[in-house]
């Protein structure tokens, strides 16, 4: 597993889904910063680190739930000003507003686009799905490229078409689903078969952002290529 997780679970879960790895140049890069990873993030040991990344793939609460708090953690204990990576215009607004709403300050941080690291070797592109109505437009998930391997990160998504152009042979592919609950999520059943389909051709599958672990590894039960990831 490339990917190293704080949570796995979902929306109404004790342990929302946020994941993170370190760079070859010793950065550390978080997916998403739901309140419920943050305990977990104040034990780890950033004088290690250099650069603190957080990649937002969109802005529901268990996905930025404790980005506010974090900025301000980084910022007055560990004097570090992270660096909060956007995959759109849109959601940077959204962002900057959320931030300040929590009494942030922007010396505190530094928001930007995701074209801000075009020139790193480990981050590929946002790639834009569906979720939420409600957040049209607004939810991606991300490539990244983590220890010469090409990660897809599906984020929240009731769809796999988007994803598809960037799983090339070998690829590591985190993707959301659901067990009893599909419509803005994928469901595990109804997808199972595509993602068998994914590891014939040498594509590693890592279940997250899960509503029932116990039912999930039923389900998946002797399926070789696909798990469900572990938390740290």
Request: with cysteine; charged share 20%; net charge negative.
């Amino acid at each position: 597993m490339r990917l190293q997780f704080l949570g796995r679970g979902s929306g109404f879960s004790n342990d929302h889904t946020s994941a993170y790895f370190i760079t070859r140049d010793k950065d550390f890069v978080l997916i998403d910063c739901p309140a419920s990873a943050f305990e977990k993030l104040k034990k780890i040991d950033y004088s290690k680190y250099g650069k603190i990344f957080v990649l937002i793939t969109h802005t529901h609460g268990d996905h930025v739930g404790g980005l506010g708090l974090f900025a301000q953690y980084a910022y007055f204990v560990l004097k570090k000003a992270i660096t909060i990576v956007a995959p759109s215009d849109d959601v940077k607004a959204d962002l900057l507003t959320l931030l300040t709403i929590e009494g942030n300050d922007p010396s505190w941080y530094k928001l930007v686009h995701a074209d801000h690291l075009k020139y790193t070797y480990w981050f590929g592109h946002p790639i834009l799905t569906h979720h939420s109505p409600q957040l049209e437009g607004k939810c991606f998930g991300y490539h990244l490229l983590v220890d010469d391997v090409d990660v897809i990160y599906s984020g929240d998504t009731s769809v796999i078409k988007p994803y598809m152009p960037c799983l090339c042979n070998c690829a590591s592919f985190y993707v959301d689903v659901s067990v009893h609950y599909g419509m803005i999520h994928l469901k595990l059943e109804d997808v199972l078969d595509d993602l068998i389909a994914l590891t014939k051709v040498g594509i590693s599958v890592y279940l997250m952002h899960l509503d029932d672990v116990e039912a999930a590894e039923k389900i998946i039960s002797g399926i070789s290529g696909i798990k469900i990831v572990t938390v740290k």
